[in-house]
Nanobody, 119 residues
Framework: QLQASGGGLVQPGGSLRLSCAAS????????MAWHRQAPGKQRELVAR???????NYAESVKGRFTISRADAKNTVYLQMNSLKPEDTAVYYC???????????????WGQGTQVTVSS
């Protein structure tokens, strides 16, 4: 249901843009978010965007990361600038999707995409 892409290896100070596209019998998508999990650490929320476009960010990424969405494409993006080695993690997208068949909301997760910040 969710396919993430855009990860890779980047030098400190560089940029990456992650994408996550939802597919299937989608009636609507409510909140969408990006989480990350570094080795040996718990998964943490990075950024979240509601269906109305309201956003919130982890303190560690404020001013550097921007979350956005394209509802016509059922896609959420994460623009990451001024990347630091501590941003290295597997990044997961998450979306709350209302299905056509049930008219109920379900939480879906993407498969994760690796982001490595290193010189």
């Amino acid at each position: 249901q969710l396919q993430a892409s855009g990860g890779g290896l980047v030098q400190p100070g560089g940029s990456l843009r992650l994408s996550c596209a939802a597919s299937g019998s989608i009636f609507s998508i409510n909140a969408m978010a990006w989480h990350r999990q570094a080795p040996g650490k718990q998964r943490e929320l990075v950024a979240r965007i509601t269906s109305s476009g309201s956003t919130n960010y982890a303190e560690s990424v404020k001013g550097r990361f921007t979350i956005s969405r394209a509802d016509a494409k059922n896609t959420v993006y994460l623009q990451m600038n001024s990347l630091k080695p501590e941003d290295t993690a597997v990044y997961y997208c998450n979306a709350f999707i209302v299905l056509v068949t049930t008219q109920r909301e379900y939480s879906y997760w993407g498969q994760g995409t690796q982001v490595t910040v290193s010189s």
